[in-house]
């Protein structure tokens, strides 16, 4: 997912280790087939995930080895396919190292390829001079010795070339003068293509929460950091983040006005050349959380302000035990924080999985998007007959929505519960069935495959996304949900038994970007498989997924009811 998070939990700590290590042994394994060497698209791939390890935490003891390993993977792709932005990246990421870790034993390392980089792309006195740096800044390292090499080899062409007067000319007339121009601009604007680009910069909010969005065309590294009010300069607290590797476009919106009761505005600018700083001026703020989701990169800050009876809540959660990682076959505790605040289910959000460019699996004539709306728009109405209560969808048309613009929408509203329904697929079209999920640690393989396929990226994603979901959630949310989850399973299965034999795939935990940062109980129902011709038959008729609606619909009532029994 990358991660600016500060992670203090050993799994998160053993989760990014684990990475690197796969990651270096996978790199191995490249330089030892030039056939997949020849794929763009490995050495991309390969530096993602070291860049993954970094931004999860830039200041780590893995974040050195991470940059000097990027770097070696973009001068290989360079070597292979001369593109330029690989070259700049490799002379920044290995500069990068030796800027911010001159005291890591990596240090002298990255200085030397960097001149060693220098003196293959031909520039020659730059070459010495980073060699010579080597000399200088690490006497005593290991690779002195060979930097003095390369520095009495240099030392003769250099001389050899001034003797023979091989020495460049100074660009004379206006022809030479041009080109030397020419040559300067795309060297610049190749410096400013391998930098991440900032796409949008959005935002949701209510009076107590705020959900402010970045995105940009690639991952980078972050750092946040809370500024007190400054009286002098009437400036407000300002909470800013910046984005190291990245550049504004031209024409770029740079101020967003929220004047939320949290936040006054947000505001995008160039801080440095490759730094680009976010800044969230504050009315009043109790907390925020900041994550990322990938495909495409953005950065999420959620920020809240005073929550109704937080202080009971948060007692109430220290004594909650958090459903563990398995096959969620562990029931939460009887009582939840929800039913021991005595709150009960007012608002709903029924999320309709996919839709506009998003359509989702695809079989046969059937269409991931269309199924979702047509059962979402089922569960509202049967909602508001059976509980009375208002049904919220997230769309209600063939609407393109973000994964994090879904639940952002539902803490906006104040919902009590989040429904988001969607259709399973498997290249395996035996595989048919219903399951439901909520959001933790995934459960199995099956369910990272799903999460992998629902979010929109990869298993390797998914493993990095759950490094940081013990910091998103609370174990009190993990618990109402493991609890509405059992419930609308339960009825789904008692409803769709009407109809067909049920093939019960149980309930199940898996991280859900669309589950990610909601503040209310929330579930992902997976209705049945497209691709399987039972199912696939039983979602073409309208009487099933009304069968699948009111079996949601109950689900969710059932739920309400546990509320109302336990608050007594």
């Excluded at 003891?61 to 330029?84: C, D, N, T, V, Y």
């Excluded at 601009?185 to 680009?197: G, I, P």
């Excluded at 998914?462 to 339960?490: F, P, T, W, Y």
């Amino acid at each position: 997912m990358c991660l600016a998070l500060v992670l203090a939990a050993p799994a998160a700590a053993q989760e990014d280790k684990a990475i690197y290590d796969q990651a270096r042994a996978d790199y191995r394994w490249l330089m030892k087939h030039p056939k997949a060497q020849e794929v763009y698209q490995n050495w991309q791939s390969l530096a993602d995930r070291f860049a993954r390890v970094y931004t999860a935490l830039p200041q780590g003891p893995l974040a050195p080895g991470s940059l000097l390993w990027m770097g070696r993977i973009h001068a290989e792709a360079w070597r292979r396919f001369k593109r330029e932005t690989d070259l700049y990246q490799a002379l920044d990421l290995f500069q990068r190292l030796c800027n911010h870790f001159p005291k890591s034993p990596l240090a002298d390392d990255s200085q030397l390829m960097l001149a060693g980089l220098y003196e293959e792309a031909g520039q020659i006195q730059q070459a010495y001079l980073e060699y010579l740096k080597v000399t200088v800044n690490y006497p005593r390292g290991d690779m002195a010795a060979r930097a003095k090499r390369r520095l009495d080899v240099l030392e003769k062409d250099l001389a050899l070339k001034q003797r023979q007067g091989d020495k460049p000319a100074a660009p004379t007339g206006p022809a030479a003068k041009a080109q030397a121009a020419e040559a300067q601009t795309k060297q610049v604007q190749a410096a400013q293509d391998a930098l991440s680009e900032v796409k949008d910069l959005r935002h949701w909010s209510t009076p107590s929460y705020t959900r402010v969005v970045i995105s940009l065309d690639q991952a980078v590294p972050y750092n946040s950091a809370l500024l007190k009010k400054d009286l002098d300069h009437n400036k407000p607290r300002r909470l800013y983040l910046d984005f190291k590797g990245a550049r504004l476009p031209a024409g770029f919106k740079d101020t967003v006005s929220i004047g939320d009761g949290l936040l006054q505005a947000a505001r995008a600018g160039q801080y440095t050349k490759d730094t680009v700083r976010l800044v969230l001026d504050i009315k009043r703020l109790v907390s925020y959380k900041v994550f990322t989701l990938d495909n495409p990169f953005r950065v999420v800050i959620d920020c809240f302000g005073e929550q109704p009876k937080a202080a009971a809540q948060a007692k109430q959660t220290k004594r909650e035990r958090k459903v563990p990682r398995g096959r969620a076959t562990e029931k939460p505790p009887e009582v939840g924080l929800a039913a021991a605040l005595g709150l009960g289910i007012k608002r709903v959000v029924v999320d309709a999985g996919h839709g506009g460019k998003d359509e989702g699996a695809r079989y046969r004539g059937l269409k991931e998007k269309e199924l979702t709306l047509d059962i979402a728009k089922r569960v509202a109405a049967k909602l508001k007959k059976l509980l009375g209560c208002r049904v919220l969808l997230t769309r209600d048309r063939d609407k393109f929505l973000a994964l994090e613009e879904r639940t952002a929408f539902a803490n906006t509203q104040n919902a009590d519960a989040f429904v988001s329904i969607h259709v399973n697929a498997a290249a395996n079209h035996r595989l048919r069935g219903v399951e439901t999920y909520f959001l933790n640690l995934a459960s199995d393989e099956e369910a990272m495959l799903l999460a992998a396929r629902e979010n929109a990226t990869t298993t390797r994603s998914i493993s990095d996304l759950q490094v940081i979901l013990n910091d998103l959630m609370l174990n009190s949310k993990i618990n109402e949900s493991n609890r509405l989850a059992r419930a609308v399973h339960g009825q789904l299965l008692k409803q769709m038994g009407q109809k067909t034999k049920v093939k019960d795939l149980k309930v199940k935990q898996a991280p859900f970007y669309v589950l990610i940062g909601a503040r209310m109980p929330s579930v992902l129902v997976e209705v049945g498989f497209i691709t399987n011709s039972q199912d696939h038959r039983l979602l073409s008729s309208a009487a099933y997924r009304d069968l699948l609606a009111l079996g949601i619909a109950q689900g969710v009532l059932e739920y309400a009811n546990q509320l109302k029994r336990a608050s007594r």
